[in-house]
């Protein structure tokens, strides 16, 4: 089986440095969201990896060929017209049914399904209260898709679609992203999830599957709840610390940061070589290389070699800045 990973169609994220980073390089609880992802293929038979990326396939092929073991091939997005337009750079080297996995999520779902259905496709999704916020999908009384709903403005589902898809029947996906490019554009844009309406007008039928857990890293606010979780379900860990140094648990602190005279906690991660000295920092994700001193940080974002002083608040900081007073 291959899988198709779009990194373009839903755009990139800008990470608190000073230069942007694809959203599946954004760290949560010390890994990048790729890397969470990736786990979930462990024990499916993956043939290769099919990354759709922007202009940053630079970033992506160095970090992925170092990382993965996987095939893998490259494929650059150049016009940013939607996630149907993504997908459909992979037509000519998809052998057979795919699996395609946005990577702006980290989930917790049971993907050897692939193997087993009889069904044309699978959608995983989530029921959620602020259905509002998203795609929702929804199905008939044998759990089969029925249509799919951007943003509906009444309770008609609470199955949030989260990005996670099989197709069996390739040749009716590629039918479906022919009928939806030929169609006007959908607020400037071709969304594969017109093509998975198509499929389904055109008899195919495609099962709706539930995820345990779906954490969203694509606002700073929900990050830091996904880096809070991801801690708390096991990614939490330190070294011993001082008399001096209070950790609050959920922590994840790597090696080589300095602590002193501080309170670390929870939800917590701090990267190499990060130093605390006379601070509480509560809710957080700190990368390399930080210096804080003197303040009281919580809900807040640091790029690399972000210097904190005498500050109380929270933000999102960019890499190399220099944060003075309140």
Same mark, same amino acid.
């Given at each position: 089986?291959?899988?198709? #990973?779009?990194? &373009?169609?839903?755009?990139?994220?800008?990470?608190?440095?000073?230069? $942007?980073?694809?959203? &599946?390089?954004?760290?949560?609880?010390?890994?990048?969201?790729?890397?969470?992802?990736?786990?979930?293929?462990?024990? $499916?038979?993956?043939?290769?990896? *099919?990354? %759709? @990326?922007?202009?940053?396939?630079?970033? %992506?092929? +160095?970090?992925?060929?170092?990382?993965?073991?996987?095939?893998? =091939?490259? #494929?650059?997005?150049?016009?940013?017209?939607? @996630?149907?337009? /993504? !997908?459909?750079?992979?037509?000519?080297?998809?052998?057979?049914?795919?699996?395609? *996995?946005?990577?702006?999520?980290?989930?917790?779902?049971?993907? @050897?399904?692939?193997?087993?259905?009889? /069904?044309?496709? #699978?959608?995983? +999704?989530?029921?959620?209260?602020?259905?509002?916020?998203?795609?929702?999908?929804?199905?008939?009384?044998?759990?089969?898709?029925?249509?799919?709903?951007?943003?509906?403005?009444?309770? %008609?589902?609470?199955?949030?679609?989260?990005?996670?898809?099989?197709?069996?029947?390739?040749?009716?996906?590629?039918?479906? !992203?022919?009928?939806?490019?030929?169609?006007?554009?959908?607020?400037?844009?071709?969304?594969?999830?017109?093509?998975?309406?198509?499929? !389904?007008?055109?008899?195919?039928? %495609?099962?709706?599957?539930?995820?345990?857990?779906?954490?969203?890293?694509?606002?700073?606010? @929900?990050?830091?709840?996904?880096?809070? !979780? $991801?801690?708390?379900?096991?990614?939490?860990?330190? +070294? &011993?610390?001082?008399?001096?140094?209070?950790?609050?648990?959920?922590?994840?602190?790597?090696?080589?940061?300095?602590?002193?005279?501080?309170? *670390?906690?929870?939800?917590?991660?701090?990267?190499?070589?990060?130093?605390?000295?006379?601070?509480?920092?509560?809710?957080?994700?700190?990368?390399?290389?930080?210096? *804080?001193?003197?303040?009281?940080?919580?809900?807040?974002?640091?790029?690399?070699?972000?210097?904190?002083?005498?500050?109380?608040?929270?933000?999102?900081?960019?890499?190399?800045?220099?944060? =003075?007073?309140?």
């Amino acid at each position: 089986m291959q899988v198709i #990973i779009p990194l &373009a169609g839903k755009g990139t994220r800008l990470r608190p440095h000073t230069h $942007l980073v694809p959203k &599946a390089l954004l760290k949560v609880a010390g890994r990048p969201v790729m890397d969470w992802v990736m786990d979930r293929l462990e024990g $499916l038979d993956v043939t290769e990896l *099919i990354f %759709i @990326t922007g202009h940053l396939k630079e970033q %992506i092929e +160095a970090y992925t060929s170092s990382r993965y073991t996987i095939p893998a =091939r490259y #494929i650059e997005q150049k016009v940013q017209d939607g @996630t149907a337009g /993504a !997908i459909n750079l992979a037509r000519p080297y998809v052998k057979g049914p795919v699996m395609i *996995i946005f990577v702006d999520t980290v989930f917790e779902a049971d993907l @050897t399904l692939a193997a087993t259905t009889t /069904a044309d496709g #699978i959608i995983w +999704a989530k029921e959620v209260e602020d259905y509002q916020r998203f795609g929702v999908v929804v199905t008939d009384a044998e759990g089969f898709m029925t249509k799919i709903v951007e943003k509906p403005s009444t309770p %008609i589902s609470k199955l949030a679609n989260i990005g996670l898809y099989f197709i069996r029947d390739v040749d009716a996906l590629w039918a479906g !992203i022919d009928h939806t490019l030929a169609a006007p554009a959908n607020k400037g844009e071709y969304y594969l999830t017109d093509a998975f309406q198509h499929m !389904i007008e055109a008899g195919r039928k %495609i099962q709706t599957a539930a995820v345990g857990g779906w954490y969203d890293c694509g606002q700073l606010e @929900t990050t830091l709840e996904t880096n809070g !979780i $991801l801690l708390a379900q096991g990614a939490a860990a330190h +070294a &011993a610390v001082g008399a001096d140094v209070t950790i609050v648990e959920p922590v994840l602190i790597e090696s080589g940061c300095t602590l002193e005279r501080c309170t *670390i906690g929870p939800n917590v991660t701090l990267e190499t070589g990060t130093v605390v000295r006379d601070a509480t920092v509560t809710d957080a994700i700190v990368g390399p290389r930080c210096v *804080i001193e003197g303040s009281t940080l919580s809900h807040a974002m640091l790029g690399e070699a972000v210097k904190i002083s005498g500050f109380t608040g929270s933000g999102s900081f960019g890499s190399h800045t220099d944060v =003075r007073g309140s």
